[in-house]
């Protein structure tokens, strides 16, 4: 299935990449089109060298994924989910500040502009 319809063609796979702000390429990881993106996220981020920050699309997002970085000292760029919502728990810092700030400012935009998300290094 792709786009809700049957795939006439065959499967599809999908590459997942993890790259530094100088385009170097750090994983490459493949997977099949029944993976979910989520489930790449951990397998991504090297251990041997030291991260700020992810930057990823929504397809990225959870809040277990996002608790994860934040507890090792990464921040998580990754936009919510448009019906994200405040949960007002422990493990949900990350998340209810970044969505609260997005329903302050008004609009996804405001998050993309602070965190430079989808801003070329280059």
């Not at 989520?38 to 090297?46: A, G, H, R, V």
């Not at 998580?76 to 949960?87: C, D, E, G, L, M």
């Not at 998340?95 to 989808?118: L, R």
Request: glycine letters at 6%; a neutral charge; proline letters at 4%.
């Amino acid at each position: 299935m792709k786009y809700n319809k049957i795939c006439k063609n065959k499967s599809w796979q999908q590459m997942h990449i993890a790259m530094d702000p100088e385009m170097n390429i750090h994983d490459v990881e493949i997977t099949d089109c029944h993976t979910a993106d989520i489930e790449m996220l951990e397998s991504l981020i090297p251990e041997n060298i030291s991260v700020d920050r992810v930057i990823a699309d929504g397809a990225y997002y959870s809040i277990e994924g996002i608790k994860t970085l934040s507890n090792r000292g990464i921040t998580p760029v990754i936009p919510p989910s448009r019906n994200a919502k405040i949960y007002g728990q422990d493990n949900t810092i990350w998340h209810d500040k970044v969505v609260g700030y997005i329903s302050k400012k008004g609009n996804i935009y405001a998050f993309y502009k602070k965190f430079c998300y989808g801003i070329r290094t280059n």
